[in-house]
């Protein structure tokens, strides 16, 4: 359900992001969701990809990330790393990412394929 975004009636139940997406009177959604991951990690994905240049290392790093309610990232952790370089790499660039204002902010893990 998850790699096909919930299409499908049985997929209905397991879809967490309807009640995420509730928005206050300002019109600010009340938790992260896919989209607002998506554009905050478009403007870092050139750095994080020139970190897979830069090391020899291949295979996946998967980084934890926790964004406050004004869309900064309050912490990035390496969950798993070819290389701890590599997965330092990756961290620094994504402590730059920058989300949507959100009533909850969020905690989400992202997986990049070196």
Do not use: H, W
């Amino acid at each position: 359900c998850v790699l096909n975004n919930y299409e499908g009636a049985c997929c209905k139940k397991y879809d967490k992001r309807i009640s995420k997406i509730v928005e206050n009177d300002d019109g600010i959604p009340e938790a992260l969701d896919r989209t607002i991951i998506t554009e905050g990690v478009l403007p870092v994905k050139t750095a994080i990809m020139a970190c897979g240049n830069r090391f020899t290392a291949k295979g996946t790093v998967k980084v934890s990330v926790k964004v406050a309610p004004d869309g900064t990232p309050t912490s990035v952790m390496v969950k798993q790393s070819p290389d701890p370089s590599l997965g330092d790499c990756v961290a620094r660039a994504m402590k730059r990412s920058r989300y949507a204002k959100t009533q909850a902010g969020g905690l989400f893990a992202y997986p990049f394929v070196f």
